[in-house]
Nanobody, 122 residues
């Protein structure tokens, strides 16, 4: 089970930090990732982090603004989001990869959270 938190309503230019907590058995040796889904659109990859945090990868749309980190002692992955824009408005999901190194492919993830809504006003 994955539980996301930290979403909310912010203004353009603000920052938010999302958290996703899972069980140690679910994620300790697995990469994790964040995706988002805007209304009426498909779920898109944002960022992934390897099982030990050594490797990260980002979509071009968030590179330089968002940072993914993890704390395995707390079984938690974070997404720090800076310089938020109205187009960042979406439901944000965390996911656990089938492997220790994540990918951009949604099919590579077999556990998903319920999502947390981020709304950015202009």
């Amino acid at each position: 089970q994955l539980v996301e938190s930290g979403g909310g309503l912010v203004q353009a230019g603000d920052s938010l930090r999302l958290s996703c907590t899972t069980s140690r058995r679910t994620s300790s040796n697995n990469a994790m990732a964040w995706f988002r889904q805007a209304p009426g659109k498909e779920r898109l990859f944002l960022a992934t982090i390897s099982w030990n945090g050594a490797r990260t990868s980002y979509s071009d749309s968030v590179k330089g603004r968002f940072t993914i980190t993890r704390d395995n002692a707390k079984n938690t992955v974070y997404l720090q989001m800076n310089s938020l824009k109205p187009e960042d408005t979406a439901v944000y999901y965390c996911a656990v990869s089938r492997s220790s190194i994540g990918s951009m492919d949604r099919g590579g993830y077999n556990y998903w959270g319920q999502g947390t809504l981020v709304t950015v006003s202009s």
